[in-house]
């Protein structure tokens, strides 16, 4: 898959630049016989460092979690959001994968493509890829090229397909893991990594991401 970049109409750290994010969170809710297992998404989205929008949606789960089909489980709840959205966001920024994936597309390329929006995953874990060097004991601010193996066979073997981002690291040690950004739709892996870097925030999670996610415990209160 090539990845061209392009213009897509803001300028990284903009304050008038809508940052968009969503973060999902399952939950077991009671139904007619057996548990039946519902996921919240919520959407927060920021213009500079103001929250100007929040969205939510709530739908069943259709099939277990399988890794590389977290688009066909999770998709639909952040669609559903998205849809009730009145800002029209310059960046969606989601928790999950874009090229760093079996087939280079993962939940951030599915809901990029849909909605034909600049999308870029941030995951905890890597899904597939190797990094170029050893990601122990980064330094803040690191950042390290995830490149395609075999676990990939549709992608030439040393492409770059995203980053190890080392997003924050404790002063005193190097005990806080790497974020693996990587782009979802319409960016490069730099300018991917560029954006979630650009995000701020006090803490290892893009701060559009932390918004969200405390959101989403409000939200599970509530369902």
């Known amino acids: 898959m090539a990845t061209t970049e392009i213009d897509f109409g803001f300028s ?6 809508y940052l968009p994010t969503i973060m999902r969170v399952g939950k077991y809710t009671i139904g007619t016989g057996s ?5 919240v998404s919520a959407v927060v989205v920021l213009r500079g460092d103001e929250v100007v929008e929040r969205a939510s949606a709530v739908t069943p789960l259709s099939i277990p979690y399988i890794p590389g089909l977290l688009a066909f489980r999770e998709g639909d709840p952040i669609v559903a959001a998205l849809e009730t959205l009145d800002a029209d966001p310059d960046l969606l920024v989601l928790d999950g994968s874009g090229r ?3 087939r280079e597309a993962g939940i951030a390329t599915h809901v990029g493509v ?3 929006t600049p999308a870029v ?3 905890k874990n890597l899904l597939c890829g190797e990094p170029r060097q050893a ?3 980064l330094p803040e601010g690191a950042r390290v090229a995830i490149e395609a193996d075999d ?3 549709d992608t030439p073997a040393g492409e770059t397909v995203g980053y190890a981002y080392q997003s924050r690291q404790y002063p005193d040690s190097t005990n806080i893991n790497p974020l693996y ?5 319409r960016l490069s892996a730099k300018t991917a990594v560029d954006c979630v870097a650009a995000c701020g925030g006090a803490y290892k999670l893009p701060e559009p991401t932390r918004l969200a996610d405390a959101y989403a415990d409000e939200l599970k209160e509530t369902v």
């Open 100 to 102: 760093i994936h079996f």
């Open 121 to 123: 995953g941030v995951a």
């Open 151 to 153: 676990s990939m066979p």
């Open 135 to 137: 990601v122990d004991s």
């Open 114 to 116: 849909l909605f034909d």
């Open 181 to 185: 950004v990587s782009s979802g739709h």
């Open 12 to 17: 990284i750290g903009d304050p008038e630049t």
């Open 35 to 39: 548990p039946a297992e519902q996921i």
